[in-house]
């Protein structure tokens, strides 16, 4: 590779953006680039200064884990430093592995406990006489940051453990995670709230380690899994194995999946049957981790600089491989957003042929600097859509094929616009636009809206591009007769269609909002619109700017109290901010969704909404006419026994359900509520005394 002096810049340039790198990761939790480039960059320079001695820096980043810890937090200086571990990333590399192990050892063979690799925080427990006493994170290894309150809120994490000579004075070491759908769902509310969304569930679990309030920690559903100790006194294991157990007997989440193998071949087994688990782990991890199980030939082991002699990390296949691009085109959705779509030379991607992939919008587009022709790298990972991560090698790049966005709508010609302090370029056409309507559609009849099965992509689109059907609300005027000429429209499919459309003309009031497509309103600020206003009625009657503003009155007022130490006052429709209530308002308002509204809720043809409990008075509407809500109750209530209770509940044609989930519409709760009354407030499902009870089911 080229001049000394090129491969001297090569070895700076690469240690300055991983330097770069290292802090978009480990300080500012916002990366750039995913690990599998930032490896390929790391062991990019760990070749060069291995070949090149003279270049070797005492200060490079192959010589340091990590960054320094951020000042806002107290700092913490490790007893015994946190190391970081050697990647494998392929067969032989674990066959060297292990041959070192055994030369180093003068053995045979080696026992190795094998565990997942969790991608997520890692972080050091100090436990004196069995009580925790502080946590902390790597940070650079030798000092962390002390984030103990934080962790105090992980409920994974034991508080007090047995006493006994080996709790006297224990750090343990382990990994804060994210288990995938409670990240999905954060990231969902993080959404609709519109704050910071978080590239993956490590990120998620950084930043919420890491918030200054650890009050909002507290809402964050971390987990955690130990894998090992820093410091120990009167261990009495012999074994890694040994160990794992003990952490787990006193209380502490070890992963199930851990084992105990045989040499070389028991480690490979290991890899792929973990491999074949990953998809369905609850948990996302980057590849399993191999440890010399006996103790004392870990410290015969001992350490290289960076990471231990007796410990690998074998990693599994990024989820991403090159491809070129054929041609950019763009896709309108459902709200008008113009997405850049890279046609692609079709790829092998983690099992599946990749055609298309997302370009996101303009800035990321340009920020990348991705071009038709350009091989660039192509990620999926488990269900979500695929997207280029950038550009591996550039093609011709004919200045006249450089990608523009196009100032009118591809679909219907209608003018684009960009709207200061937004990514996204929108198409102004409304539901004018067929691109626009078929995917309002689409959403309408969506399994977590309407649930219109039958009705799926292909059926709309030759709907809409027959005129047969302009808005969702023409959905329920179709019939036998209009279907029958449709491809692949049986007389018996016909049926079915219509039969699933007429199912769905009885709709609770969240799924009906949710059903809209109002931009900014998911399943989550549905559902506290619903709650707020009870019925469509006063939803479509609200004065939107002028609850806007009430909001913000509450919340400056809310500011003072909180100073003055005193109870801040409920803040209606939280959760839902200033842009969404916007959007929602100047939705509402408009003419043309205003008819479909009125259209789709018309009597004779249309969805009959039922009204939704509102949170303070489930009550003067009354849920007497409306059947099968579900109850659970908890407690001891004053007035009445459980018996009663529920006799009452069923004698109105409710159900009453043994345990809470979201299928729950009310908990009764009295007199030491417990775990039940916990998981309605979790899962925002209403909760009534007996009062309440009583006043909604008309008994008073
Ligand atoms: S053992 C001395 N075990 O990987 C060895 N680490 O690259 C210390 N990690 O900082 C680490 N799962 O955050 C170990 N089962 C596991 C792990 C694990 C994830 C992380 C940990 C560490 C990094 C090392």
Same mark, same amino acid.
């Given at each position: 590779m080229g001049t000394p002096e090129q491969v001297r810049e090569r070895a700076e340039r690469l240690r300055k953006e991983l330097e770069h790198h290292n802090h978009r990761y480990y300080v500012l939790d916002d990366p750039e680039i995913n690990d599998a480039e930032y490896d390929r960059l790391f062991r990019e320079l760990v070749q060069l200064e291995q070949e090149h001695q003279e270049l070797r820096r005492p200060d490079s980043p192959t010589q340091r884990v990590g960054a320094p810890p951020l000042p806002e937090f107290a700092e913490v200086r490790h007893r015994a430093s946190m190391l970081s571990l050697s990647n494998a990333f392929g067969e032989d590399e674990v066959r060297a592995f292990d041959k070192r192990v055994r030369e180093a050892l003068d053995v045979e063979s080696v026992e190795y406990a094998a565990e997942p690799k969790f991608d997520g925080l890692a972080i050091s427990l100090s436990y004196r006489k069995g009580i925790f006493v502080q946590g902390a994170t790597r940070g650079d290894g030798a000092t962390g940051e002390d984030v103990t309150p934080n962790l105090r809120t992980v409920r994974a994490i034991p508080l007090r453990l047995p006493q006994a000579p080996d709790t006297e004075n224990l750090e343990v070491r382990g990994e804060v995670i994210f288990y995938k759908a409670d990240f999905a769902k954060l990231n969902a509310r993080q959404r609709e709230a519109e704050e910071k969304v978080f590239a993956n569930p490590r990120n998620a679990a950084a930043g919420s380690l890491r918030l200054l309030d650890s009050k909002i920690t507290a809402r964050r559903p971390l987990r955690f899994f130990a894998y090992g100790v820093g410091i120990s006194a009167e261990?009495?294991?012999?074994?890694h194995s040994e160990l794992l157990d003990r952490l787990n007997e006193i209380g502490f989440p070890v992963s199930r999946e851990r084992g105990v193998v045989q040499g070389v071949d028991g480690l490979m087994d290991f890899y792929r049957s973990m491999q074949a688990k990953r998809e369905k782990l609850p948990y996302a991890i980057d590849g399993v981790v191999y440890k010399v199980n006996r103790l004392d030939w870990q410290e015969k082991l001992g350490f290289v600089s960076r990471a231990p002699r007796f410990a690998i990390a074998h990693k599994y296949p990024a989820e991403e491989q090159a491809t070129e691009i054929l041609r950019i085109e763009i896709q309108v959705g459902r709200t008008g957003v113009l997405t850049p779509v890279a046609r692609l030379k079709p790829v092998e991607v983690g099992g599946v042929t990749v055609t298309n992939a997302t370009l996101h919008n303009e800035d990321d587009l340009r920020r990348k600097d991705v071009w038709a022709g350009d091989t660039v790298m192509v990620r999926r990972a488990g269900d979500v859509i695929p997207e280029?991560? !950038? +550009?591996?090698k550039k093609g011709s790049r004919r200045k006249e094929e450089r990608f523009s966005m196009p100032d009118k709508c591809p679909v219907c010609q209608s003018p684009v616009v960009r709207l200061p302090g937004e990514a996204a370029t929108r198409c102004t056409g409304g539901l004018y636009c067929r691109a626009q309507r078929k995917q309002a559609i689409i959403h309408f009849v969506g399994r977590r809206a309407m649930d219109i099965e039958g009705v799926g992509e292909k059926l709309v689109e030759q709907l809409v591009d027959r005129d047969m059907v302009e808005s969702p609300a023409d959905l329920y005027w179709l019939d036998e007769k209009s279907l029958a000429g449709l491809e692949r429209m049986a007389e018996k499919s016909a049926r079915n269609v219509l039969q699933s459309i007429q199912r769905s003309r009885s709709m609770d009031l969240q799924r009906f909002v949710f059903s809209l497509?109002?931009? !900014? +309103?998911g399943e989550e600020v549905a559902k506290i619109l619903a709650r707020h206003f009870g019925s469509l009625r006063s939803l479509l009657a609200a004065d939107w700017p002028a609850l806007a503003a009430e909001k913000e009155t509450l919340r400056k007022e809310n500011a003072k109290r909180k100073r003055k130490n005193e109870a801040p006052h409920e803040v209606p429709l939280?959760?839902?901010?200033p842009e969404i209530m916007d959007s929602i308002g100047k939705f509402v308002h408009e003419a043309h969704n205003r008819k479909v509204i009125a259209n789709l809720v018309d009597?004779?043809?249309?969805v009959l909404v039922r009204d939704a409990a509102t949170a303070g008075a489930a009550t003067e509407r009354g849920i007497r006419s409306r059947s099968g809500k579900t109850f659970v109750l908890t407690g001891t209530l004053p007035g009445m026994s459980r018996d009663e209770a529920r006799a009452l509940i069923e004698a109105r044609g409710h159900k009453v359900a043994d345990s809470v989930s979201r299928k729950t519409d009310y908990v009764v709760a009295g007199q030491e509520a417990g775990s039940k009354l916990a998981q309605a407030r979790a899962l925002g499902v209403a909760v009534l005394d007996e009062d309440g009870l009583k006043q909604l089911l008309g008994k008073r």
């Open positions: 261990a009495g294991w012999k074994t280029v991560v !950038g +550009v591996r497509g109002i931009p !900014g +309103v939280e959760g839902v901010g009597p004779a043809r249309g």
